[in-house]
T-cell receptor, first 118, second 110 residues
Framework: GAGVSQSPSNKVTEKGKDVELRCDPI?????LYWYRQSLGQGLEFLIY????????KSGLPSDRFSAERTGGSVSTLTIQRTQQEDSAVYLC????????????????FGPGTRLTVL | GNSVTQMEGPVTLSEEAFLTINCTYT??????LFWYVQYPGEGLQLLLK?????DKGSNKGFEATYRKETTSFHLEKGSVQVSDSAVYFC?????????FGTGTRLTIIP
């Protein structure tokens, strides 16, 4: 069964290194979302995919962040030249269709990847 | 833009106490409203939702009513248990994503 899975669960890296975070959404879910949860703060929306397309990348914190989704399934979030302020829990979620106001579609969240940049 | 303001925590209660966690929102249009819960070491789970004004969402003894006139969606439970200890997030639809509050950490003491 299959819920949303993410890997790795924990990642410790040195400042300046690149990291790649992976998300496997629930099978059949067309929409996929990335959020960032920093210590003591709420969830910050980063980017969404409808199928393989990411129509709006303006939520990504800087041009060091990029994301892709292939085959309408797995997504990777890549952070280049990591900085200490990138340390956070990165959460992935998926939903059957895009979440719309007044709609019923629920976002299902993965367990997250805890990224620590030393 | 849309925003969610949640009661700041942490909140500590004794078992069987009455719980209220306040949530108010600012939004254009008519968003759907949600409460998500994050148990220790786990991911976020949907607790309950309401999609239009005056709807009441309920689950596991928790309730919240979508109040358009006060732009609120307060979470309540009549008698909390130790197993309810978690972080609770209020959220609303901000198509295409959700906008979350900062979360309220709840600890229930036996």
């Amino acid at each position: 069964g299959a819920g949303v899975s993410q890997s790795p669960s924990n990642k410790v890296t040195e400042k300046g290194k690149d990291v790649e975070l992976r998300c496997d959404p629930i099978s059949g879910h067309t929409a996929l979302y990335w959020y960032r949860q920093s210590l003591g703060q709420g969830l910050e929306f980063l980017i969404y995919f409808q199928g393989n397309s990411a129509p709006d990348k303006s939520g990504l914190p800087s041009d060091r962040f990029s994301a892709e989704r292939t085959g309408g399934s797995v997504s990777t979030l890549t952070i280049q030249r990591t900085q200490q302020e990138d340390s956070a829990v990165y959460l992935c979620a998926s939903s059957l269709e895009l979440v719309l106001a007044g709609g019923h579609h629920e976002q299902f969240f993965g367990p997250g990847t805890r990224l620590t940049v030393l | 833009g849309n925003s969610v303001t949640q009661m700041e925590g942490p909140v500590t209660l004794s078992e069987e106490a009455f719980l209220t966690i306040n949530c108010t929102y600012t939004a254009t249009g008519y968003p759907s409203l949600f409460w998500y819960v994050q148990y220790p070491g786990e991911g976020l789970q949907l607790l309950l939702k309401a999609t239009k004004a005056d709807d009441k969402g309920s689950n596991k003894g928790f309730e919240a009513t979508y109040r358009k006139e006060t732009t609120s969606f307060h979470l309540e439970k009549g008698s909390v248990q130790v197993s309810d200890s978690a972080v609770y997030f209020c959220a609303l639809t901000s198509t295409p994503s959700l906008t979350f509050g900062t979360g309220t950490r709840l600890t229930i003491i036996p």
